[in-house]
């Protein structure tokens, strides 16, 4: 398996990440206007462009633009015709997933943002100056960083089935090809962990150093009033 590392200098603290990450995931639950959503994936935007991450600024437009336009286009559909019985099932059901993905764009935004850009060490020496006891740090920066080793080996083995023409066509035998090697890696993966933690000294009582610090910049306090305040807008106006 390959382990990935960010290797980008962001400008944010990881702490800022998390609590915009845990603060934008209650979003779902408020009944928010559409322009304070833009807002918000606009502010994203703008934070991926300072995280020279240009590409992930652009889809996060393009997606949810397409989003709510598939959105606006039904509700003006059903509007025209005075009920909703016009769509079939199944497309009543595509309906839904696709609202459910405009509801929840924002927080996978805010998640993307934290698995993407935040490096391992940073996110320790972030949560050891708060005093999080290791028994959560450490399994938390593992699941971290388990995401992007799941997308790098993904893509690695979908690879190796489509050189053996191995295809969705045959669905029973891709998801065995498939799901057998991500377990045995991901098994192989949770031992060499365990040894490095191990030989590392993870068992010592004793205070961790850190090769880097992190502090809290102006950009962390603009990034997080702004969140907080479309929160209170979408609040004050549709209420939970």
């Given at each position: ?141 593992v699941m971290l960083r388990f995401f992007p080793a799941y997308r790098e ?88």
């Amino acid at each position: 398996m390959q382990i990935c590392h960010v290797t980008n200098h962001s400008p944010f603290h990881p702490l800022t990440k998390m609590a915009a990450t845990i603060l934008l995931g209650f979003t779902p639950l408020v009944s928010m206007h559409a322009h304070l959503s833009w807002v918000l994936v606009v502010v994203f935007a703008g934070i991926f462009v300072l995280e020279h991450h240009y590409k992930a600024a652009l889809s996060a437009l393009i997606w949810y633009a397409l989003l709510a336009g598939i959105i606006a286009y039904a509700d003006t559909c059903m509007t025209a015709a005075g009920t909703c019985g016009f769509m079939a099932p199944p497309i009543r059901v595509m309906y839904s997933f696709i609202y459910m993905l405009k509801v929840f764009y924002v927080p996978m935004l805010a998640a993307k943002w934290l698995i993407s850009t935040t490096d391992v060490g940073n996110m320790l020496a972030a949560l050891d100056s708060i005093r999080v006891p290791s028994a959560i740090s450490i399994p938390l920066c593992v699941m971290l960083r388990f995401f992007p080793a799941y997308r790098e080996d993904s893509r690695a083995i979908k690879q190796a089935l489509t050189m053996r023409d191995i295809t969705l066509r045959h669905p029973v035998m891709y998801a065995e090809r498939f799901c057998v090697p991500m377990l045995i890696v991901s098994c192989k993966l949770a031992d060499e962990l365990a040894k490095a933690a191990e030989t590392k000294g993870i068992a010592n009582p004793a205070p961790k150093t850190h090769y880097q610090q992190c502090h809290f910049h102006a950009c962390d306090g603009v990034c997080l009033a702004l969140m907080l305040a479309c929160i209170i807008l979408a609040c004050g106006c549709g209420g939970l």
